[in-house]
């Protein structure tokens, strides 16, 4: 019963309709398989039996599989007259590449019954015309079951272009084509651009206006590599050497190899961009035997995205990347799921991997963030290796731990912003618990110089006493141990006391970890570092929203503290600081 349904399906039946005809007595009305069994009897794919049973439970023989396909693809008289059932049917299911190799007799295994209902939808269908002596007279004109009852076309050939991105410079495609065999077919827009290069058998619709539409592509069993630009050990136009499993292999590649960079075809200057690669992937293709003659190369750039609107992606410290700049921009999460531009997710990494004609650019954004405590730094002439706390080793290119070495302190606490492939694009110094505000009052250190402690006014409202851990990081810089040197250089300072103001501070087991105050240092970026902006509160032109003319500085609600002036802020009773979470105009 469930071959019967897999074959009326080959014939495009809603198998599980209902139906008033009934061949069988053993099928009845109400079984799962009645409307596919009675459509196949109908047009005698199936043979009524004198008992009329069906026994729709038995396990089908490869004999009585191959009858139903055979007939069902038209060959049946031609199998009657070839020796009849079984040897005739089995033989045109052979000759008509429907049997799997070696399968001839026995009971029919799931497995090849799935390889004889794929190759059967593939096979020729006949229309038979006439019987004349033992000669079968029929019409074959290129028709199969899926043109027949899917109108769904196949055919072999390269990929020579798909979406936006060829082979080579005077072929071309626009999004949602792809061109094979000197035909544009139309189709998905995200869909197939992996198969530049292959030999594939491609599938494809016809509508009622003739547009032909490639649905499903299956490539080659061709041997592909694919190599992270991270294992290269060297490579040149005739020579990949990468590292694999502690080993380092090679591959050769054809005198008329085909070079193609971010989707369009690298034609000049060609080893000057392979010693140049950053990362990502190198996948070595050949379109006709062994020798690989397709290189597809797609080489990421990294930027940490600070905010993202309807016609860019802006970088900390400048403009990234311009939607309108490229004809064709595709947008994807690390999980390889399509996304728009509104739902990259910021601060984040995005990964571009862009085409030098800006005909296309590929990005892939990561959310991906890790926190934890450095414990061991090393680096290798590509990378920076940290190991944290927890064991996990992250690495970040030697280009940026380079410019970055004061980031990087053993022992401090980090927010690491990582690409979809696990590398650290930038670091934000002040990690660990999240972030507060509060309006620091004092600060002293202990009569044996060994603690700090902090009278602040929390975003609460209320009055707390802070002791700083033995290991403080104030505007991106590590103290250890010593606690007059971090009053020394909070804003301020004369260098035994401090001067009220606001901070940002993080706490560990309820111990201040990290101060962030208005000063910018070296070690830090101003995104992510507090800052400081005076206003008179009568200077209406700033803080009345909406007005056309006038800066908007805060993002209402905003967090309001009051307090005294410096002079007063030691002696003023508690009432006198307070903090209020109404809008900027209310207050």
Same mark, same amino acid.
């Given at each position: 019963?469930?071959?019967?349904?897999?074959?009326?399906?080959?014939?495009?039946?809603?198998?599980?309709?209902?139906?008033?005809?009934?061949?069988?007595?053993?099928?009845?009305?109400?079984?799962?398989?009645?409307?596919?069994?009675?459509?196949?009897?109908?047009?005698?794919?199936?043979?009524?039996?004198?008992?009329?049973?069906?026994?729709?439970?038995?396990?089908?023989?490869?004999?009585?599989?191959?009858?139903?396909?055979?007939?069902?693809?038209?060959?049946?008289?031609?199998?009657?007259?070839?020796?009849?059932?079984?040897?005739?049917?089995?033989?045109?299911?052979?000759?008509?590449?429907?049997?799997?190799?070696?399968?001839n007799s026995g009971e029919l295994t799931t497995k090849d019954g799935v390889v004889m209902l794929y190759n059967a939808?593939?096979?020729?269908?006949?229309?038979?015309?006439?019987?004349?002596?033992?000669?079968?007279?029929?019409?074959?004109?290129?028709?199969?079951?899926?043109?027949?009852?899917?109108?769904?076309?196949?055919?072999?050939?390269?990929?020579?272009?798909?979406?936006?991105?060829?082979?080579?410079?005077?072929?071309?495609?626009?999004?949602?084509?792809?061109?094979?065999?000197?035909?544009?077919?139309?189709?998905?827009?995200?869909?197939?651009?992996?198969?530049?290069?292959?030999?594939?058998?491609?599938?494809?619709?016809?509508?009622?206006?003739?547009?032909?539409?490639?649905?499903?592509?299956?490539?080659?069993?061709?041997?592909?590599?694919?190599?992270?630009?991270?294992?290269?050990?060297?490579?040149?136009?005739?020579?990949?050497?990468?590292?694999?499993?502690?080993?380092?292999?090679?591959? &050769?590649?054809?005198?008329?190899?085909?070079?193609?960079?971010?989707?369009?075809?690298?034609?000049?200057?060609?080893?000057?961009?392979?010693?140049?690669?950053?990362?990502?992937?190198?996948?070595?293709?050949?379109?006709?035997?062994?020798?690989?003659?397709?290189?597809?190369?797609?080489?990421?750039?990294?930027?940490?995205?600070?905010?993202?609107?309807?016609?860019?992606?802006?970088?900390?410290?400048?403009?990234?990347?311009?939607?309108?700049?490229?004809?064709?921009?595709?947008?994807?999460?690390?999980?390889?799921?399509?996304?728009?531009?509104?739902?990259?997710?910021?601060?984040?990494?995005?990964?571009?991997?862009?085409?030098?004609?800006?005909?296309?650019?590929?990005?892939?954004?990561?959310?991906?963030?890790?926190?934890?405590?450095?414990?061991?730094?090393?680096?290798?002439?590509?990378?920076?290796?940290?190991?944290?706390?927890?064991?996990?080793?992250?690495?970040?290119?030697?280009?940026?731990?380079?410019?970055?070495?004061?980031?990087?302190?053993?022992?401090?606490?980090?927010?690491?912003?990582?690409?979809?492939?696990?590398?650290?694009?930038?670091?934000?110094?002040?990690?660990?618990?999240?972030?507060?505000?509060?309006?620091?009052?004092?600060?002293?250190?202990?009569?044996?110089?060994?603690?700090?402690?902090?009278?602040?006014?929390?975003? &609460?409202?209320?009055?707390?006493?802070?002791?700083?851990?033995?290991?403080?990081?104030?505007?991106?810089?590590?103290?250890?141990?010593?606690?007059?040197?971090?009053?020394?250089?909070?804003?301020?300072?004369?260098?035994?006391?401090?001067?009220?103001?606001?901070?940002?501070?993080?706490?560990?087991?309820?111990?201040?970890?990290?101060?962030?105050?208005?000063?910018?240092?070296?070690?830090?970026?101003?995104?992510?570092?507090?800052?400081?902006?005076?206003?008179?509160?009568?200077?209406?032109?700033?803080?009345?929203?909406?007005?056309?003319?006038?800066?908007?500085?805060?993002?209402?609600?905003?967090?309001?503290?009051?307090?005294? &002036?410096?002079?007063?802020?030691?002696?003023?009773?508690?009432?006198?600081?307070?903090?209020?979470?109404?809008?900027?105009?209310?207050?």
């Amino acid at each position: 019963a469930d071959f019967a349904v897999y074959t009326a399906a080959l014939a495009n039946q809603n198998v599980f309709e209902q139906n008033d005809i009934r061949y069988y007595k053993d099928v009845p009305m109400d079984h799962y398989a009645a409307k596919a069994v009675n459509y196949l009897a109908s047009i005698n794919v199936l043979t009524e039996n004198p008992e009329k049973r069906f026994r729709p439970d038995d396990i089908i023989t490869v004999s009585e599989a191959a009858k139903m396909l055979v007939s069902l693809t038209g060959y049946d008289e031609y199998a009657k007259n070839n020796g009849g059932y079984p040897t005739g049917y089995i033989n045109t299911a052979q000759a008509n590449g429907i049997l799997p190799k070696g399968v001839n007799s026995g009971e029919l295994t799931t497995k090849d019954g799935v390889v004889m209902l794929y190759n059967a939808l593939k096979s020729g269908y006949a229309e038979v015309t006439g019987v004349k002596g033992d000669f079968v007279v029929r019409e074959e004109d290129g028709e199969t079951l899926l043109s027949k009852y899917h109108d769904i076309y196949y055919d072999e050939g390269v990929v020579i272009s798909v979406n936006g991105r060829s082979l080579y410079e005077d072929v071309s495609t626009d999004a949602g084509e792809i061109y094979i065999n000197d035909t544009v077919y139309e189709c998905d827009k995200l869909k197939f651009s992996d198969m530049l290069g292959s030999k594939v058998t491609y599938y494809y619709k016809k509508d009622s206006s003739g547009a032909e539409e490639v649905i499903f592509i299956e490539e080659e069993k061709n041997e592909n590599i694919t190599i992270s630009i991270d294992s290269l050990y060297k490579f040149t136009k005739n020579r990949v050497e990468y590292h694999k499993n502690a080993r380092l292999l090679h591959e &050769s590649l054809a005198d008329n190899a085909v070079y193609v960079y971010n989707g369009q075809p690298l034609l000049e200057d060609i080893q000057a961009v392979l010693d140049k690669l950053s990362f990502g992937e190198i996948t070595l293709k050949s379109r006709e035997g062994r020798v690989f003659d397709v290189v597809i190369i797609t080489d990421y750039e990294n930027i940490y995205s600070k905010s993202v609107t309807e016609e860019q992606i802006h970088n900390y410290g400048g403009r990234a990347l311009v939607v309108d700049d490229y004809d064709i921009l595709e947008i994807y999460n690390a999980d390889g799921e399509a996304i728009k531009l509104s739902e990259i997710k910021t601060p984040g990494v995005v990964s571009i991997a862009k085409s030098k004609n800006n005909k296309i650019a590929k990005i892939i954004a990561s959310d991906k963030t890790v926190k934890g405590t450095i414990t061991a730094l090393k680096t290798n002439d590509k990378y920076a290796f940290v190991t944290l706390s927890d064991g996990k080793e992250l690495k970040a290119p030697l280009s940026y731990y380079e410019a970055n070495k004061i980031k990087f302190n053993v022992s401090s606490t980090y927010k690491f912003y990582l690409d979809f492939s696990g590398n650290i694009v930038f670091s934000d110094v002040n990690a660990g618990e999240e972030a507060t505000v509060g309006y620091l009052i004092k600060a002293t250190v202990s009569e044996d110089d060994e603690v700090l402690r902090l009278k602040l006014m929390d975003n &609460s409202g209320k009055m707390v006493s802070l002791d700083c851990s033995n290991r403080v990081v104030l505007d991106g810089v590590t103290y250890k141990y010593n606690p007059s040197e971090i009053i020394k250089n909070i804003p301020g300072s004369n260098g035994t006391s401090v001067v009220p103001q606001l901070i940002a501070y993080r706490l560990s087991d309820g111990k201040v970890t990290d101060i962030d105050t208005v000063e910018l240092t070296a070690g830090e970026s101003i995104e992510n570092s507090l800052q400081k902006k005076t206003i008179s509160l009568w200077d209406e032109g700033y803080i009345t929203k909406g007005r056309a003319g006038h800066n908007v500085l805060l993002t209402e609600p905003v967090k309001i503290f009051k307090v005294p &002036s410096d002079s007063e802020v030691l002696t003023a009773p508690d009432y006198d600081f307070s903090v209020s979470d109404k809008t900027f105009t209310d207050s």
